[in-house]
């Protein structure tokens, strides 16, 4: 497919950038020019990102023709969604304690110690929840795309399933961007619910609140508008993941080693492209919410 | 029906392919008639595996133009080429199972994807096409536990599953031993006269021979000898002459 080439030279500029490792790169030794170097890798992000848009035209062209794979989409929302909840529940856990600790250490000099299940709820809710859930879900999740796709492009698996009359990207992108899509709000949710558990493990042991007093609480003041937007964002997300890792690993080249590439890339670039929307997004929802923000 | 006015299975006319500048095939032309063997030598690395790929619209022609069962596929899409690829089975060099379901499967894969049979009727239909090509017993087993020469067989197997009526093989007998080889060979010489097209890449010249109605071999991006075996044992190449004097399979 086109763009595999030009996804190497963007491959090698962001990972430069991003992770400062630019193991032998193309770019590097090939001894040409400052200048024809930045003109190439730019190129090469235009060409890498085109590929991915077209990926995702494609995808949508696809929602509208059969077969539709219903099957194989509910057995990626068991891997990638059913299975990332342990992961998501943990995390979480571990995200409400800690968080609701710091808003104590700030919320008590100032006397709101009362405050604290409101703001955690607002703090969780309207951005960690979502932004924490795509994180971990873009490296446990992506990676394991990265490679899987990887792992069947270079072993002709690919080609194998389109010589038994099976669109291979329906089967196999289609399904994963649209599992991806619909599980992230999922797990988002959940991290939300096991934050505010940990918050409250945390409150119950320091003042001895009550469950019922510390939801009220922390769900009193907080609107639909906060709610809903911020949970519908990982949608993004969540495309952003599916897509990002299935077209690295759809057109992995290079054996093994390009398999590796194919799924630390596609943590990278999920992770950085899903970062960088976030700005947008939040902007974009702060626009059409202008009470609720973020 | 005499072979003359038999169909074309297969039609290259003018398919060139090249990957990044270099080019593998140039020009090429050939037929391949309907019910009849072809098969392709060449040395390794001559563009076999491309020419097949290409007859099941798993790469495109940068020039020229591929007509399979009378339909032109060239620059056909992948639910374009559904109904064409549904009458193809293909082995693939590297076999290609599907490392994350067992042999059984596999094979239960076309079936299940191309059929309406019930899932009983699949299962009896996979186990007695693994019987066929000796693996009869291995139906649970995972890709990753079989030898080389066993995965190329339940490649077979899976290519075989839907009885197509154009069969490509890519070197089916490589990793085998001679006596598997020629049950093999067999195998896909019965395909044959079951009225089933079949191009077959090999280096083995004693099953070419078998299988071969008529044999072309590949050099630089050419067909550099074509027609039966014997007018390939006469063939002015030196090159041509040599390959057809091996006895050893592989
Ligand atoms: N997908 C591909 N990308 C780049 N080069 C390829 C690809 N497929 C085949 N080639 C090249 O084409 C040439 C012919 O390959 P192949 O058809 O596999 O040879 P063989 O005749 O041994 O089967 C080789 O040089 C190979 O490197
Ligand atoms: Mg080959």
Redo the contacts with the bound molecule.
Sequence with gaps: MAGAESLTGFAHFLVGIVINEDPKSKLASDGSPLLERIIGSVRGSIEWFGGLSLLGAQVIRECFRRPFEFGEVIRQVFEIGWRSTPLIILSGLAVGIVLSMHTRATLERFGAAAMIPTALAFALVKETGPLITGLLISGRVGAGIGAELGGMRVTEQIDALESLAVNSFKYLVFTRVVACALCLPLLTIIMDFSGMLGGFIAEAIISGSTLRLYFSQAFGSLAFADFIPATLKTVVFGLIIGGTSSFLGYNA?GGAAGVGRAATQSVVFSSVLLILMNVILVKFIAFLFPVAGG | MSEIDAKNAIEFNGVS?S??K?C?LNNLSFNVKEGTGYV?L????????????LICGL?QPDAGSVKVAGVDITGMDSTALTPVRKQMGFLF?SAALFDSISVGANVAFALKRNTDKSSEEIHQRTQSVLESVGLGKEYDKMPSDLSGGMRKRAGLARALALEPSILLV??PSAGLDPITSAEIDDLLLHVKQNNTTLVV?THNIPSARVLGDRLAF?DNGIILAEGTAEELEQSEHQLVRDFMKSKQGG
Excluded: A, M, N, W
């Excluded at chain 2, 060449?42 to 790929?53: D, E, P």
């Design positions: 080249t | 392919k990957f990044d270099r593998v392709l060449g040395r390794s690395g001559t563009g076999k595996s491309v020419t097949l790929k790469l060099q890519d070197e890449v590949l």
